[in-house]
Structures are given as structure tokens and as C-alpha cells.
């Protein structure tokens, strides 16, 4: 009994379970290796690929060609008809900014901003114009018959007839009144109506009047208020002489001096301290405005630039990721799938139960829904890119091009980024254009608030050609300035409404609008700031995350390495490596999340300070230089064997090609 119950010490019994072990090591190892033998010539070098798929690491266009070849093999309608395109970050990038209607529509207001500074200038322009006319007068003889009463004759006495009677005894006298005392007559006529001629128009002995006018007049306005007009005309009009008819001597003549010409000159100006005068009179104002409304619409278009680039790059990582995710599920079902063949044989071989086989059906039944909702993810993150882009959205995009951006981190110096976000941004420009412009509206109003003082001051002089002008235009205008007639005007005029409330109002309502704008602007920079520190927090997270994952992705990757091993050597069962896969699977999809994030997050703080525009610019003439030298068009127009092709018909080929429309609005030699 004491031999029995004796005990032994702790380190003794360890010693002697290891030695124990040692000795039955030979002989495990000799087992599992036999059974992983076994279990190898039951799954076939199919399910060996499986797993290896697993962890395989494709190349892009790898990638690609698995989602295009497992999508001709799949049974899902949606994927029917479908036509595949790839597409890199930089022809997405590119393609909404010449499609995109958003983009279109900023353009068109940033020219119309530019049409309305042009506008608003040309108040400035000098404004000539010219008329000429010709004018004809003449008055034509037309003579009337009428009835005229006529009194009777009566016979001549001495008196009447002044002693002439025995001459012609028949006579009509007149009255005192008349200039006429009377008519005599050769025979009798009796007291009645009679037909007479009467002279209803009688044209001049001169002949018809003309004459031809011509003016034009010069007319401008200056910033500061004042306004200078300048006129000229010329005449030219024939003037005739005649001698009294009832001159022996009756002539009608021509002078020869038909031409005359007339000036004006004018000038009005506000006086200094009224209302119009200085930098921001009314025209002044008006110009400043829309030099900055202009410049306002120039940041507003590349704020909607840096805009659209973002929701492109932000979608376009979306596909990335729709892409990759889908892959790797992809993956996990051809492996369920290969599992379930491999169950299935070691289930007719006896080897596993049914209840095994069922939860590897199931579990191969759960990463077809898994798959199918892969490609949903995918499909919507390609129509979400095509819809940005303003191209097809029937069309599938496949993403290429991307590896070397994923490996390419963004760096930005968080105190320059956060002090450039609080004054270089679009938005921070366009508050302080904002604020300038609520400026020069409230100088303006002030200057509405003083009286309105305007003096005006204009000189004329005219030739006359009433008797005698000049013979030629050129004499005529030559003598302009030594003329018949001067007349020199000048006026003062004063307006001042009592109390001048309503400019007082409007000062101090544009004012307080200033006063607004000013607080905005600094709302602005602190919004901005607060975005810019953002986004580098969640960038430095994304990185912190992405590590993270990363690391667990690695460990996923050893456990199912380690799986894979215990499977062989049948230490477990078929559903225990499947879920296995599931959580390599699930360990990807976070690894490929967590990149993803990264470069989102670089985009979000490349958009903060405004900086995808012109990072986008530089990319597109990096292309179009590639295209130049890389394309086999370019190879063959170097080599002599066929004529160049014009660079913007090869940009034009590849954004066909992408099914993008593209359109060259300007090219130059040197690739600007």
C-alpha cells in the first residue's frame, strides 16, 4: 500500500511524461504523415490549387482577368451583356473633368463672370458714332381754273376814263381802296361768272434745295467719374442768288461755297468729395466688383474641380476595394467548392460522416451568397464611378494602375498644411474675395452719402452758310476751329436730399454686411483648420489601422497555413478549415479596407487644401508625354516607317477606347 500511494515529485513526473513523449514522436510523425498522404490522394491537385488561391497574391491584371473569367462562368443575370473596361485613377480623373455636367455647368459660370468683367469694362471704351443724311426740297408750278364774279362794263366818261373815252367808250372802275382805278375794254360784258386761271403753287426761280449732312461724335467715360464728349458735323448745302424779277437785269446764280462745319465739346466731372468722385464712384465700384466676381467664379470653378477629383478618387478607391474584396471572395468560394468535392469523395470512402458533409454544403451554399454579394458591391461602386465620370454606367470598369499609388504614401507637414488650409484653400480665397468685395460695396455706399456736386462745362462753334461757306470739305474743316459763331456754356448743379436717409441707411446696412462677411471669412479659416487637422488625424489612424490589419492578416494567413497542415494530417474537419478560410477571408477584406482608407483619407486631405486640381494637371501632361513617346504610332512616326499621329488624336483614341468622350480644346508643340 505505501508502495502504491507513494508519492512522487513534481519535476520526476515531468521528466517522465517528456521522456515518454520523446519516444512516441518517431512513431506520430510516421502517422500523420501517412494520413496527410491519404488525404492528399483523396482531394486531387484541384483542391490543392483551392488553397493555394487562398493566399495567393495576384498582379492586377491578374486580378481582372479572374473576375472577368469567373463572371462569363457565373449563373448571376446582372452580369449578363455586360462590357468590361479598365481604367486607372488618372483617365477617371481626367474623363470628369471634361464629361462631368457639374464641372460643365462651373465652367460656364466662370465664363459668364468673365463675359460680365469684359461688360462691366467696357463702360470705359470710347463710343464713336456717325450718321449722315440728305435732304431734297422742291416746289413745282400748278396752276387752278376757277369762277370768278366780273362786273359789267359801262361807258367811259371824261371822269372815268380820264379823257379817253372817245377811244374806248366801255370801262370798270374800282374803288379808292384799289390799287387799280380801272380797266378798260373794247366791247361790252355784261356783270357775271367767269373763268379765271389762278397760280396755286409757283416754284423758285432757284430751282429745288439740297443739302447733306454728316456727323459723328466720340464719346468717353472715365473711372473716377468724369465724362468727355466730343461732336462734329458738316454740311454741305447749295445757297443761290437772284436779282428782283422786275429787274432788267433778272439773274439766278450759284455761290459755289456749299460746305460748312460745326464742333461741340463737353466734359462733366463729379468735384473732388462728392458723390462720384475717386476709386469708388459708381462706374469704379461697378468695375472692381466684377474684376472680383470674376476671380471669385476662376476659385469657384476649381474649388468644383477639387470637388468633383475627390468624390472621383474617393469612388474610384471604392472600386479599388469592391474589386479586391471581391476577389478574394472569389477565392474563398472556389476553394468551399473544391472542399465540397474533396468531403464528397472522403464521404463515399467512408472517411467522414454526413452530418460533415451537410455543414460543408451549407457552408459552401453561405459563400455563394457571399460572392453574390460581392459583385453587387462591386457593380454599384463601378455605376457610382461611371455616373461621376457622365459616362455609360451599363458598362463595367475594372481598375488598373492603382498598385503604384497604394505604395506611394502622401506626406504633408501638419503646421504648414493646417496654416495653408487657413488661407490658400479655394474656400479660403473665395471668403476673403468675399470679404473684399463687401469692402468696396460699403466704400461705395459711403461715397452715396455725400452730396452730389457735379460741374459740367461744354464749347461750340459753327460756320455759316447762309450767304457764303467754303468751296471744299477739306477747306471747310481746316477753318473749323476759326468759326462764325462761339458759345461756351458752364453749369454747377448741387443736389443734397435733407436728412439723406436712405443713403445713410444703405451705408450702414452695407456695413454691418461687411462686418459679416469679415466674421465668415475667419469661420471659414477655423472651419478649414478644423478640417485640415482632421484629416490628418484620420490619416495617421488609417495608417495605425492599415499596420494593424496587416498584422492580423499575417496571423490569419499562419493559422491557416497551420490549418491547411492539421487538415492533412486530419487533426480536423473539413468545416473546421473552411471557417478557417472564413476568417482568412474575413482578415483580407480588413486588410484591403483598412488601405483603402488610407488612400481616401490622403485624398481628403489633398481636397482640404486644394491640391488635386493641380496634382491632376501635372498627371495629365505626364500622360500625354507618355503617349507622345510610348505608343506604337509614336514608335513608327520616329522610325520613318509611317506619318506621325497627332498627340490629341492619340489622347482621343485612349479615351475612346475607355468609352469616355473627349474633346481637345487647345494643343502646343511643347505639350502644354
Same mark, same amino acid.
Given at each position: 500500500?505505501?508502495?502504491?500511494?507513494?508519492?512522487?515529485?513534481?519535476?520526476?513526473?515531468?521528466?517522465?511524461?517528456?521522456?515518454?513523449?520523446?519516444?512516441?514522436?518517431?512513431?506520430?510523425?510516421?502517422?500523420?504523415?501517412?494520413?496527410?498522404?491519404?488525404?492528399?490522394?483523396?482531394?486531387?491537385?484541384?483542391?490543392?490549387?483551392?488553397?493555394?488561391?487562398?493566399?495567393?497574391?495576384?498582379?492586377?491584371?491578374?486580378?481582372?482577368?479572374?473576375? #472577368? &473569367?469567373?463572371?462569363?462562368?457565373?449563373?448571376?443575370?446582372?452580369?449578363?451583356?455586360?462590357?468590361?473596361?479598365?481604367?486607372?485613377?488618372?483617365?477617371?480623373?481626367?474623363?470628369?473633368?471634361?464629361?462631368?455636367?457639374?464641372?460643365?455647368?462651373?465652367?460656364?459660370?466662370?465664363?459668364?463672370?468673365?463675359?460680365?468683367?469684359?461688360?462691366?469694362?467696357?463702360?470705359?471704351?470710347?463710343?464713336?458714332?456717325?450718321?449722315?443724311?440728305?435732304?431734297?426740297?422742291?416746289?413745282?408750278?400748278?396752276?387752278?381754273?376757277?369762277?370768278?364774279?366780273?362786273?359789267?362794263?359801262?361807258?367811259?366818261?371824261?371822269?372815268?376814263?380820264?379823257?379817253?373815252?372817245?377811244?374806248?367808250?366801255?370801262?370798270?372802275?374800282?374803288?379808292?381802296?384799289?390799287?387799280?382805278?380801272?380797266?378798260?375794254?373794247?366791247?361790252?360784258?355784261?356783270?357775271?361768272?367767269?373763268?379765271?386761271?389762278?397760280?396755286?403753287?409757283?416754284?423758285?426761280?432757284?430751282?429745288?434745295?439740297?443739302?447733306?449732312?454728316?456727323?459723328?461724335?466720340?464719346?468717353?467715360?472715365?473711372?473716377?467719374?468724369?465724362?468727355?464728349?466730343?461732336?462734329?458735323?458738316?454740311?454741305?448745302?447749295?445757297?443761290?442768288?437772284?436779282?428782283?424779277?422786275?429787274? *432788267?437785269?433778272?439773274?439766278?446764280?450759284?455761290?459755289?461755297?456749299?460746305?460748312?462745319?460745326?464742333?461741340?465739346?463737353?466734359?462733366?466731372?463729379?468735384?473732388?468729395?462728392?458723390?462720384?468722385?475717386?476709386?469708388?464712384?459708381?462706374?469704379?465700384?461697378?468695375?472692381?466688383?466684377?474684376?472680383?466676381?470674376?476671380?471669385?467664379?476662376?476659385?469657384?470653378?476649381?474649388?468644383?474641380?477639387?470637388?468633383?477629383?475627390?468624390?472621383?478618387?474617393?469612388?474610384?478607391?471604392?472600386?479599388?476595394?469592391?474589386?479586391?474584396?471581391?476577389? =478574394?471572395?472569389?477565392?474563398?468560394?472556389?476553394?468551399?467548392?473544391?472542399?465540397?468535392? #474533396?468531403?464528397?469523395?472522403?464521404?463515399?470512402?467512408?472517411?467522414?460522416?454526413?452530418?460533415?458533409?451537410?455543414?460543408? *454544403?451549407?457552408?459552401?451554399?453561405?459563400?455563394?451568397?457571399?460572392?453574390?454579394? %460581392?459583385?453587387?458591391?462591386?457593380?454599384?461602386?463601378?455605376?457610382?464611378?461611371?455616373?461621376?465620370?457622365?459616362?455609360?454606367? *451599363?458598362?463595367?470598369?475594372?481598375?488598373?494602375?492603382?498598385?503604384?499609388?497604394?505604395?506611394?504614401?502622401?506626406?504633408?507637414? %501638419? %503646421?504648414?498644411?493646417?496654416?495653408?488650409?487657413?488661407?490658400?484653400? +479655394?474656400?479660403?480665397?473665395?471668403?476673403?474675395?468675399?470679404?473684399?468685395? =463687401?469692402?468696396?460695396?460699403?466704400?461705395?455706399? #459711403?461715397?452715396?452719402?455725400?452730396?452730389?456736386?457735379?460741374?459740367?462745362?461744354?464749347?461750340?462753334?459753327?460756320?455759316?452758310?447762309?450767304?457764303?461757306?467754303?468751296?471744299?470739305?477739306?477747306?471747310?474743316?481746316?477753318?473749323?476751329?476759326?468759326?462764325?459763331?462761339?458759345?461756351?456754356?458752364?453749369?454747377?448743379?448741387?443736389?443734397?436730399?435733407?436728412?439723406?436717409?436712405?443713403?445713410?441707411?444703405?451705408? &450702414?446696412?452695407?456695413?454691418?454686411?461687411?462686418?459679416?462677411?469679415?466674421?465668415?471669412?475667419?469661420?471659414?479659416?477655423?472651419?478649414?483648420?478644423?478640417?485640415?487637422?482632421?484629416?490628418?488625424?484620420?490619416?495617421?489612424?488609417?495608417?495605425?489601422?492599415?499596420?494593424?490589419?496587416?498584422?492580423?492578416?499575417?496571423?490569419?494567413?499562419?493559422?491557416?497555413?497551420?490549418?491547411?497542415?492539421?487538415?492533412?494530417?486530419?487533426?480536423?474537419?473539413?468545416?473546421?478549415?473552411?471557417?478557417?478560410?472564413? *476568417?482568412?477571408?474575413?482578415?483580407?477584406?480588413?486588410?484591403?479596407?483598412?488601405?483603402?482608407?488610407?488612400?481616401?483619407?490622403?485624398?481628403?486631405?489633398?481636397?482640404?487644401?486644394?491640391?488635386?486640381?493641380?496634382?491632376?494637371?501635372?498627371?495629365?501632361?505626364?500622360?500625354?508625354?507618355?503617349?507622345?513617346?510610348?505608343?506604337?504610332?509614336?514608335?513608327?512616326?520616329?522610325?520613318?516607317? %509611317?506619318? +506621325?499621329?497627332?498627340?490629341?488624336?492619340?489622347?482621343?483614341?485612349?479615351?475612346?477606347?475607355?468609352?469616355?468622350?473627349?474633346?481637345?480644346?487647345?494643343?502646343?508643340?511643347?505639350?502644354?
Amino acid at each position: 500500500m505505501n508502495r502504491l500511494f507513494h508519492s512522487t515529485p513534481a519535476g520526476s513526473r515531468t521528466a517522465d511524461m517528456k521522456r515518454k513523449h520523446e519516444r512516441r514522436r518517431p512513431m506520430l510523425i510516421t502517422m500523420l504523415v501517412a494520413a496527410g498522404v491519404a488525404v492528399t490522394a483523396l482531394s486531387g491537385t484541384a483542391a490543392t490549387k483551392a488553397l493555394d488561391a487562398i493566399s495567393l497574391s495576384r498582379t492586377e491584371q491578374e486580378s481582372n482577368t479572374l473576375i #472577368r &473569367e469567373r463572371a462569363e462562368e457565373s449563373l448571376l443575370t446582372f452580369l449578363k451583356g455586360r462590357t468590361w473596361k479598365t481604367l486607372s485613377l488618372e483617365d477617371a480623373a481626367l474623363t470628369a473633368l471634361t464629361s462631368n455636367i457639374s464641372l460643365k455647368q462651373s465652367s460656364i459660370r466662370s465664363r459668364i463672370a468673365a463675359l460680365l468683367e469684359k461688360e462691366t469694362e467696357a463702360v470705359f471704351d470710347p463710343v464713336l458714332s456717325f450718321s449722315a443724311n440728305h435732304s431734297k426740297s422742291e416746289t413745282f408750278d400748278r396752276e387752278l381754273e376757277v369762277m370768278k364774279w366780273k362786273s359789267a362794263t359801262v361807258g367811259c366818261t371824261s371822269t372815268d376814263c380820264d379823257g379817253v373815252g372817245d377811244a374806248s367808250p366801255l370801262c370798270v372802275t374800282y374803288g379808292t381802296s384799289s390799287p387799280i382805278t380801272y380797266l378798260r375794254y373794247d366791247q361790252f360784258r355784261p356783270a357775271g361768272y367767269y373763268k379765271a386761271t389762278v397760280q396755286a403753287s409757283e416754284a423758285p426761280v432757284t430751282g429745288p434745295t439740297q443739302s447733306a449732312t454728316f456727323a459723328f461724335s466720340l464719346t468717353k467715360s472715365l473711372p473716377w467719374g468724369a465724362t468727355f464728349v466730343w461732336n462734329q458735323t458738316h454740311i454741305y448745302k447749295r445757297t443761290y442768288w437772284s436779282l428782283h424779277p422786275s429787274s *432788267d437785269n433778272f439773274k439766278v446764280g450759284y455761290y459755289g461755297r456749299p460746305w460748312t462745319a460745326s464742333f461741340g465739346a463737353s466734359f462733366s466731372m463729379p468735384l473732388p468729395f462728392s458723390q462720384n468722385f475717386g476709386p469708388y464712384s459708381t462706374l469704379d465700384s461697378a468695375l472692381q466688383q466684377a474684376q472680383l466676381n470674376r476671380e471669385s467664379g476662376d476659385i469657384s470653378h476649381r474649388e468644383t474641380q477639387n470637388t468633383i477629383l475627390k468624390q472621383v478618387e474617393q469612388a474610384y478607391w471604392d472600386l479599388v476595394s469592391a474589386t479586391r474584396i471581391l476577389e =478574394a471572395t472569389i477565392d474563398l468560394t472556389i476553394h468551399a467548392d473544391s472542399m465540397v468535392a #474533396r468531403t464528397k469523395r472522403l464521404f463515399d470512402a467512408g472517411r467522414v460522416t454526413a452530418y460533415t458533409q451537410a455543414q460543408v *454544403d451549407a457552408e459552401q451554399a453561405r459563400m455563394q451568397g457571399e460572392e453574390t454579394g %460581392a459583385w453587387n458591391n462591386y457593380i454599384t461602386a463601378s455605376i457610382a464611378l461611371a455616373r461621376l465620370m457622365g459616362t455609360d454606367v *451599363d458598362g463595367l470598369y475594372l481598375p488598373t494602375g492603382y498598385s503604384q499609388d497604394m505604395e506611394t504614401p502622401v506626406t504633408y507637414d %501638419a %503646421a504648414s498644411t493646417i496654416a495653408r488650409a487657413q488661407k490658400e484653400t +479655394p474656400s479660403a480665397r473665395m471668403g476673403a474675395l468675399a470679404t473684399k468685395t =463687401a469692402e468696396v460695396s460699403y466704400q461705395a455706399a #459711403r461715397t452715396q452719402d455725400r452730396p452730389d456736386l457735379d460741374l459740367s462745362i461744354s464749347l461750340s462753334g459753327s460756320q455759316s452758310n447762309s450767304l457764303f461757306g467754303y468751296q471744299s470739305f477739306g477747306r471747310s474743316t481746316s477753318k473749323m476751329f476759326d468759326p462764325d459763331t462761339v458759345s461756351v456754356t458752364g453749369s454747377l448743379s448741387y443736389v443734397y436730399p435733407i436728412l439723406n436717409r436712405s443713403a445713410s441707411a444703405n451705408r &450702414e446696412q452695407v456695413r454691418l454686411a461687411r462686418d459679416k462677411r469679415i466674421l465668415d471669412e475667419q469661420g471659414i479659416a477655423n472651419r478649414n483648420r478644423r478640417l485640415a487637422t482632421n484629416a490628418h488625424v484620420s490619416l495617421a489612424s488609417a495608417r495605425n489601422q492599415t499596420e494593424i490589419m496587416n498584422e492580423r492578416l499575417r496571423l490569419a494567413q499562419r493559422a491557416h497555413a497551420k490549418a491547411s497542415r492539421m487538415l492533412s494530417l486530419e487533426r480536423i474537419t473539413d468545416y473546421e478549415y473552411i471557417v478557417q478560410g472564413n *476568417d482568412l477571408l474575413t482578415a483580407r477584406r480588413n486588410a484591403i479596407l483598412a488601405k483603402i482608407s488610407v488612400k481616401k483619407a490622403e485624398s481628403e486631405l489633398l481636397a482640404v487644401l486644394g491640391d488635386l486640381a493641380p496634382r491632376y494637371e501635372d498627371r495629365a501632361l505626364a500622360a500625354e508625354s507618355r503617349l507622345r513617346h510610348d505608343t506604337p504610332e509614336q514608335q513608327h512616326a520616329l522610325s520613318g516607317n %509611317a506619318p +506621325p499621329v497627332p498627340i490629341e488624336d492619340q489622347i482621343a483614341a485612349r479615351m475612346r477606347e475607355m468609352g469616355a468622350p473627349y474633346r481637345i480644346e487647345s494643343w502646343n508643340g511643347d505639350g502644354s
